[in-house]
């Protein structure tokens, strides 16, 4: 499973052979891979039109092109806005909440990052063929894809510390612009133009795979809140700036602590654990239906929605699983 952050030609559509050359070398003679592009078609062709890249089919005769559109910036933004002012107006009915929730859009986008990820994890474990996920910048879309892909199939990036190690590897080491794209929540009134909630929306994905396969993941709810909430406000350093370049200017690691750290603590970790988990070798394949997709209820009405019941209920998990 690759990802690709620019285009496979060069500026003004001139081929580039050492791309050629690079993908050739990674499939066997007779083999074959898929590209799968977050743009849509009609994407790839404008940026095309004026002077950027896509790949021609006959320079990656064994790579198969497959588009699957995922919005990113300024539409999953004002998704995200749309959504948390409907889930913080308690004067709406039902009626209209439901049409408030459907016009969002927002689990439109997490069905399509599901399904994405579904289909690069169908290209890897049933046509045994290598992946390559390519978007505009690859710090966005294609880090949502590859993360949710990984976690699909590969059971230790479901534990605790392979979840850990899995954020590091392919959101921050992979340069995800944190302080840019949540650099304010959907609450304020100020809009920043590069700003983009897929960091959350990656968050919602995981907690759809959780709800869904409840015994399969080692964390639970606890961690992917606690996740959110230090994305866009924290104390720690782990998702400071936009790449490991500024980090390392900036000198995040020397001047401030770690998030795992913290959240690794006996006494915090035991917060974070999922009482009903058991390791699962299986990949898990999520359902993508609408039915099958749900609100998160437990980020977004969690500020008018009392958790008393759900943190009992989950206390008596625990007890009644430490008991047995």
């Given at each position: 499973?690759?990802?690709?952050?620019?285009?496979?030609?060069?500026?003004?559509?001139?081929?580039?052979?050492?791309?050629?050359?690079?993908?050739g070398?990674?499939?066997?003679?007779?083999?074959?891979?898929?590209?799968?592009?977050?743009r849509?078609?009609?994407?790839?062709?404008?940026?095309?039109?004026?002077g950027g890249?896509?790949?021609?089919?006959?320079?990656?005769?064994?790579?198969r092109?497959?588009?699957?559109a995922?919005?990113?910036?300024?539409?999953?933004?004002?998704?995200?806005?749309?959504l948390?002012e409907?889930?913080?107006?308690?004067?709406?009915?039902?009626?209209?909440?439901?049409?408030?929730?459907?016009?969002?859009?927002?689990?439109?986008?997490?069905?399509?990052?599901?399904?994405?990820?579904?289909?690069?994890?169908?290209?890897?474990?049933?046509?045994?063929?290598?992946?390559?996920?390519?978007?505009?910048e690859?710090?966005?879309?294609?880090?949502?894809?590859?993360a949710?892909?990984?976690?699909?199939?590969?059971?230790?990036?479901r534990?605790?510390?392979?979840?850990?190690?899995?954020?590091?590897?392919?959101?921050?080491?992979?340069?995800?612009?944190?302080?840019l794209?949540?650099?304010?929540?959907?609450s304020?009134?100020?809009?920043g133009?590069?700003?983009?909630?897929?960091?959350?929306?990656?968050?919602?994905?995981?907690?759809?795979?959780?709800?869904?396969?409840?015994?399969?993941?080692?964390?639970?709810?606890q961690?992917?809140?606690?996740?959110?909430?230090?994305?866009y406000?924290?104390?720690?350093?782990?998702?400071?700036?936009?790449?490991?370049?500024?980090?390392?200017?900036?000198?995040v690691?020397?001047?401030?602590?770690?998030?795992?750290?913290?959240l690794n603590?006996?006494?915090?970790?035991q917060?974070?654990?999922n009482?009903?988990?058991?390791?699962n070798?299986?990949?898990?394949?999520?359902?993508?239906?609408?039915?099958?997709i749900?609100?998160?209820?437990?980020?977004?009405?969690?500020?008018?929605?009392?958790?008393?019941?759900?943190?009992?209920?989950?206390?008596?998990?625990?007890?009644?699983?430490?008991g047995?």
């Amino acid at each position: 499973l690759l990802r690709s952050s620019q285009p496979l030609t060069g500026p003004n559509r001139r081929r580039c052979r050492e791309d050629e050359k690079l993908l050739g070398a990674i499939l066997d003679e007779g083999e074959r891979g898929f590209i799968i592009d977050t743009r849509s078609a009609q994407a790839a062709k404008q940026a095309r039109m004026s002077g950027g890249g896509t790949e021609p089919k006959s320079s990656y005769p064994q790579w198969r092109r497959l588009h699957r559109a995922l919005d990113r910036g300024r539409p999953l933004q004002e998704s995200f806005i749309r959504l948390v002012e409907a889930c913080g107006d308690p004067s709406l009915s039902m009626d209209r909440w439901l049409s408030r929730l459907e016009s969002s859009r927002w689990l439109g986008h997490v069905k399509a990052a599901l399904s994405t990820a579904c289909l690069a994890a169908q290209c890897l474990d049933r046509e045994g063929s290598k992946v390559l996920v390519h978007g505009a910048e690859g710090t966005d879309t294609t880090l949502l894809v590859t993360a949710l892909a990984q976690l699909i199939l590969d059971p230790s990036c479901r534990t605790l510390e392979g979840f850990q190690g899995l954020l590091e590897r392919e959101w921050i080491e992979a340069g995800h612009p944190f302080q840019l794209r949540c650099a304010r929540s959907a609450s304020s009134h100020a809009r920043g133009k590069q700003e983009a909630p897929l960091f959350l929306l990656f968050l919602d994905c995981v907690w759809q795979l959780s709800r869904q396969f409840p015994f399969s993941l080692e964390f639970g709810e606890q961690l992917l809140l606690a996740l959110f909430d230090n994305a866009y406000a924290s104390a720690y350093g782990t998702f400071l700036c936009n790449s490991e370049k500024e980090r390392s200017l900036c000198k995040v690691k020397e001047s401030t602590h770690s998030l795992w750290a913290w959240l690794n603590q006996p006494e915090e970790k035991q917060k974070l654990l999922n009482p009903l988990y058991s390791h699962n070798p299986l990949v898990i394949w999520p359902s993508v239906e609408p039915q099958s997709i749900q609100l998160w209820q437990g980020l977004f009405l969690r500020w008018i929605r009392p958790s008393q019941h759900l943190d009992e209920a989950r206390a008596e998990i625990q007890r009644l699983v430490e008991g047995n």
